[in-house]
T-cell receptor, first 112, second 115 residues
Framework: KNQVEQSPQSLIILEGKNCTLQCNYTVSPFSNLRWYKQDTGRGPVSLTIMTFSENTKSNGRYTATLDADTKQSSLHITASQLSDSASYIC???????????FGRGTSLIVHP | NAGVTQTPKFQVLKTGQSMTLQCAQD?????MSWYRQDPGMGLRLIHY???????DQGEVPNGYNVSRSTTEDFPLRLLSAAPSQTSVYFC??????????????FGPGTRLTVL
């Protein structure tokens, strides 16, 4: 069964600090992994996608990594801002399937 | 473009009542889906569609019906509401190319409470 596990479940940091969110996946055959950001009371919005051949990709202060050998991905947030407070969801897709596998998300709170 | 729209934003039902959650998109996307989101459970797929006239079940389809008569609309019907269906419901859409890259555009959600 395809699975995605995220850690930690929740995280509290001070504004300006860095943090890293983890995602472990068991999806076969693996196609790609996407990170979404979900603000409170809103639908998720895509941050970045990692395909099998990519190791690192940056989108502003967000940097995603993928290790296809260990089936792990991380999302690193640099110099956090109050607006980074949200849930971050990892979603893995398998080739040929229209049903992606969602993680339960990491809730990030950034305090001033 | 309005993107993906959902109505209503909030709804309270009594056990046994039926209702339809509306979802529409103006991006000419072939793929549309319904999810429910419960605390600590993440997003779970209820039903999805890859085009008008084509629907299929997701992970948690029991108690829900869908139909897809047009590309734009994908309503979700609760046949006989139960308290276990209290949740936040999200509709999403994607092109068939983008869904292969795991990209979906989500609506703002409908918060449903069943008493």
């Amino acid at each position: 069964k395809n699975q995605v596990e995220q850690s930690p479940q929740s995280l509290i940091i001070l504004e300006g600090k860095n943090c890293t969110l983890q995602c472990n996946y068991t999806v076969s055959p693996f196609s790609n992994l996407r990170w979404y950001k979900q603000d409170t009371g809103r639908g998720p919005v895509s941050l970045t996608i990692m395909t099998f051949s990519e190791n690192t990709k940056s989108n502003g202060r967000y940097t995603a990594t993928l290790d296809a050998d260990t089936k792990q991905s991380s999302l690193h947030i640099t110099a956090s801002q109050l607006s980074d407070s949200a849930s971050y969801i990892c979603v893995a897709a398998s080739g040929g399937s229209y049903i992606p596998t969602f993680g339960r998300g990491t809730s990030l709170i950034v305090h001033p | 473009n309005a993107g993906v729209t959902q109505t209503p934003k909030f709804q309270v039902l009594k056990t046994g009542q039926s209702m339809t959650l509306q979802c529409a998109q103006d991006m000419n996307h072939e793929y549309m889906s319904w999810y429910r989101q419960d605390p600590g459970m993440g997003l779970r797929l209820i039903h999805y569609s890859v085009g008008a006239g084509i629907t299929d079940q997701g992970e948690v389809p029991n108690g829900y019906n869908v139909s897809r008569s047009t590309t734009e609309d994908f309503p979700l019907r609760l046949l006989s509401a139960a308290p276990s269906q209290t949740s936040v419901y999200f509709c999403a859409s994607s092109s068939l190319t983008a869904i292969s890259y795991n990209e979906q555009f989500f609506g703002p959600g409908t918060r449903l409470t069943v008493l």
